[in-house]
């Protein structure tokens, strides 16, 4: 579940990770995490898609998309304690790994070498995605931005809806429309 991040762990170490994992079963359209809550998870995908979205001006804008393999979390409202503007939700039925925040950081105490690699993997991976977003919104062609998206997020772009594909994009879904079809 974790492959993407390369990093190899001891059964002991295994063992002890999922002794602090919840899973948990969402339906499509089920919110994960409401606005206003504070975050405490990190929320591991097996199965299915999730998307942090947030609301402005009467609508929802897509924050990010995570699937099989993916971890997602509100990260500002996690390290600062603080209740979250974004809300999770299970964009398809899917399969999620609650992961507690306090027993993750309890656990990268107890075996620093591997949960730390691995957090500091997942961190890294964070970063990369939110700068290359923030990129492809300041300097690309809503058609670059499209194609980008497609290629970093093959399985999200075939399984998304048009709605919440456009709104991460920052288009409206007929402007998405016309660009999936060449006219733009």
Known sequence: MLDKYN????????EKLTTILERKEYLKDEIILNQGQISRYMYIVEKGIIRQFYYKDGRNITEHFSCEGDIATCLESLFLKEPTRLLVEAIEPSV?????????????????????????????????VSQRKADSWRFESSHERYERFCREFPIVA??????????????TPETLSRVRAGIL
């Open 158 to 171: 075939r399984r998304a809806s048009i709605a919440h594909i456009a709104s991460y994009l920052l288009m």
């Open 96 to 128: 999620i790994y609650l992961l507690d925040y306090a027993k993750w950081e309890m656990l990268c105490d107890e075996y620093p070498n591997e949960f730390n690699k691995l957090y500091r993997r997942i961190m890294e991976y964070k970063l990369i």
């Open 7 to 14: 990093v190899s762990f001891s059964e002991k170490s295994i």
